[in-house]
């Protein structure tokens, strides 16, 4: 039998998970006690699993952030030198000011040389979407996975 106190105790912890989850929480607690595995081997192992999920994410935002970068590496070639452009958001933070309302800039990556540079006031994605659909979803989803983190 169980005392007034738990029963009440218990009643109240029912009432912010429900009842059918208190039915499956007992039914998980007899099984752990038929493996011999205690409610903080559980909560050990749920707390290795939440880091292996974390650090799958991670490992997958990493891959996306890579790919990311080398499409967009590689997605327009500097009219004057051939060589590959680089585009950067320019007027986002007080490091990149150039004014005028501009909010994206292709830069040739041979600045020494070349130093090809055209600015618009489109933004990186908008830019970038206009030259490659594959890069805009690339891009899509690596911003969604950061935004995960
Ligand atoms: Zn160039």
Redesign the pocket.
Known sequence: MISDNKAKKLDEISVAFGFRNMQTCAQIIAVLGKESLKPSDLTSWMEKKITDIKSVLTEKNIEITKQLREIKFHSRK?P??G?NLNITPVNSSKRDQVGEGYRSAWQ?V?MIN?G?EEYSTKIVEEEISNHSAELAQLYKRARNANKRR
């Open positions: 500097c004057d030198c060589e040739c041979d070349c090809y």
